[in-house]
């Protein structure tokens, strides 16, 4: 079994078009791919305009029928907790993220750059990264109340360039507190993501979450799943090795994979890089 359920396109922040990343995961070996084009935000261009997101229901729907012989293709959307989508009917299933913080109507984009990162780690938490970690995860507990989300995308992304703690020690009690709080919360009834997005990008060399919070995250019993949360075709299966690696260490004996019958999970043994 080699999944991913989190890739992006040119309907949103990706480089390929939906074909290309069919033909990329069938030569890959891949045996499902989910598409998870960024659903419509109004306060950013990053995500699929109203009117592309038509177009891309339409074209995943299409290749769906198209590849069926070859792979199985999900449609799905990763949904920002500032801008909830009202109806799910037309996806197979749904990615909740945090990708911002909000406040007094300006948007604080955590993985936009680290000049960014910096600029309002300073501005407006005065460069306490705990305060910073708080409001974020607050958004986290939102999703909790949001039924529709079935899988919670990269819970730690404010670690994107903090791969050397620069700016937390990933085992700082008060950080750890707060991940663990989130996923205490979320953890029973979602699916968290192992996502090595952020290795593709070049500002880190492991995955989220890091592998403490990931041992938690089986001390507890919850689901999760590997993707690379790819923007470019050449890395649709990057780090995977590694990162099946790291979840077996972890102690994960199977993960989940979303079927036509929706999610399930399968033994651990069954994946490949
Ligand atoms: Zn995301
Ligand atoms: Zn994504």
């Known amino acids: 079994m080699k999944q991913n359920l989190h890739t992006h396109t040119v309907y949103c922040d990706g480089n390929d078009t939906p074909e290309e990343m069919v033909q990329t995961a069938i030569a890959k070996k891949f045996d499902i791919l989910g598409f998870s084009g960024h659903g419509h935000v109004d306060y950013d261009d990053y995500a699929m305009s109203l009117e592309d997101t038509e177009k891309y229901i339409r074209e995943v729907n299409a290749l769906k029928e198209k590849y069926r012989d070859q792979i199985q293709i999900h449609l799905g959307t990763e949904v920002d907790v500032l801008y909830r989508i ?120 492991t995955p989220y979450p890091w592998f403490n919070l990931l041992c938690y995250m089986k001390e507890k019993g919850a689901r999760i799943m590997l993707n690379s949360d790819c923007h470019s075709r050449d890395y649709l299966d990057c780090c995977y090795r590694e990162s099946l690696e790291m979840i077996r260490k972890a102690g994960f004996t199977s993960m989940a994979v979303l079927t036509d019958n929706g999610f399930a999970d399968m033994d651990i043994d069954q994946f490949t890089e």
């Not at 300006?106 to 910073?132: A, C, G, H, R």
Request: hydrophobic share 30%; proline share 3%.
């Open 86 to 205: 009202p109806d799910k009917t037309p996806y197979d299933y749904m990615i909740g993220s945090v990708h911002c913080i909000e406040k007094d109507n300006t948007v604080f984009p955590v993985d936009y750059s680290k000049e960014v990162f910096e600029k309002y780690l300073q501005e407006w938490y005065n460069n306490d990264f705990i305060q910073l970690a708080e409001d974020y995860c607050a958004y986290y507990h939102t999703l909790k109340t949001w039924e529709e989300i079935d899988i919670i995308g990269h819970i730690d992304l404010i670690t994107k360039y903090n791969e050397d703690e620069s700016y937390i020690r990933f085992e700082d009690p008060s950080y750890v507190k707060i991940m663990t709080d989130a996923v205490d919360d979320l953890g029973n009834d979602r699916i968290f993501e192992v996502n090595t997005g952020a290795i593709a990008r070049g500002t880190r060399r």
